[in-house]
């Protein structure tokens, strides 16, 4: 999981801060303007670099929902509609026929639409940097030098409520962390691959991170 600089309020869309200021007691269940949900939406996918708060796979605004760190528990928080409290997270909200919310298959369900009010690790937090590691085969895991234990609980939980290693997860992870130990090898340096191209990050970046570190400590080791 990969460090996002919490934002701030005042860096809400100037759509979304009219909105809000025409409605001071509104909740995000009152936030039925599309346009500029999206516009708020949108905003927070640029400023991740195109990627899921929590699994870091590549979104966009069409492909993507509004989060909310703390969670909502049913429109009962008060940050509802705090910019502060909002991250892009994987797989718009799908509907059926009815409007309703509709999850069918496994690997549809995981981050933000998996997570409930589980606590999990924020991405807001620097702490979320450590608390994993990743396997070349692409599975996410708790971080085997963690010695708190509540920072080992944080990790197990954070993986298992965000469904973090669903298969489609896993395969996606796998490629990610392959191409980019090619573009390694080929010379290509670390900061170039792990930099942003066109305001986007590579997809699974902290896995791709996770495993260039690791070649260059076997590298390191061996000379």
């Known amino acids: 999981m990969r460090y996002i600089k919490r934002p701030e309020n005042s860096e809400a869309p100037q759509s979304f801060k009219k909105w809000l200021k025409k409605r001071p007691f509104a909740k995000y269940s009152n936030f039925g303007n599309t346009r ?93 940097e450590r608390l994993f590691e990743y396997s070349f085969s692409g599975e996410i895991r708790p971080n085997s030098a963690l010695t708190n234990p509540a920072e080992k609980e944080l990790a197990v939980n954070s993986i298992g409520y965000l469904k973090l290693n669903v298969p489609s997860l896993i395969v996606a992870r796998k490629i990610a962390i392959t191409e980019s130990i090619k573009l390694y090898l080929k010379g290509t340096k670390p900061e170039k691959i792990l930099g942003k191209l066109n305001n986007k990050l590579i997809p699974f970046w902290s896995a791709a991170k996770f495993a260039i570190n690791e070649l260059l400590r076997r590298k390191a080791q061996k000379s």
């Open 36 to 128: 500029i949900k999206n516009e708020l939406k949108n905003s927070l996918v640029v400023r991740q670099g195109y990627l899921c708060c929590y699994c870091e796979s590549r979104i966009f605004a069409q492909t993507s929902h509004i989060e909310h760190i703390e969670p909502q528990f049913g429109g009962a928080s008060e940050k509802t509609l705090e910019f502060s409290n909002m991250a892009a997270s994987c797989i718009k909200e799908p509907k059926n026929q009815n409007g309703k919310p509709a999850f069918t298959a496994e690997s549809a369900l995981h981050c933000g639409h998996a997570r409930g009010t589980h606590t999990v690790a924020s991405p807001y937090d620097p702490l979320c």
